[in-house]
Nanobody, 113 residues
């Protein structure tokens, strides 16, 4: 079972960009679906984006057109490129491997002027 470690979060102004990384301790080649979730204070955790082993992607309506999920199986890493960040994107972002289910520890993204 792999372990997942997120990085790349931080403080950014509205309109800015961040690239989150999710590094796995082992191979992700056989993990069909890798996902990014986020949880804002007082809110439920929500799906942001997912990518299958075949490269198919899905985005939530809230980030569609502003975020791009990608995976580099050679580096065992999944990325989330976030552009045109908004105040409401502030949250802890988590990486998730669906099978078997594994969560990362999360990385904080704060969008503030």
């Amino acid at each position: 079972q792999v372990q997942l470690v997120e990085s790349g979060g931080g403080l950014v102004q509205p309109g800015g960009s961040l690239r989150l990384s999710c590094a796995a301790s082992g191979s992700i080649v056989r993990i069909n679906v890798m996902e990014w979730y986020r949880q804002a204070p007082g809110k439920q955790r929500e799906l942001v984006a997912l990518i299958t082993s075949g490269g198919n992607t899905h985005y939530s309506d809230s980030v569609q057109g502003r975020c791009t999920i990608s995976r580099d199986n050679a580096k065992n890493t999944v990325y989330l490129q976030m552009n045109s960040l908004k105040l409401e994107d502030t949250a802890v972002y988590y990486c998730y491997a669906a099978s078997p289910p594994v969560w990362g520890q999360g990385t904080q993204v704060t969008v503030s002027s």
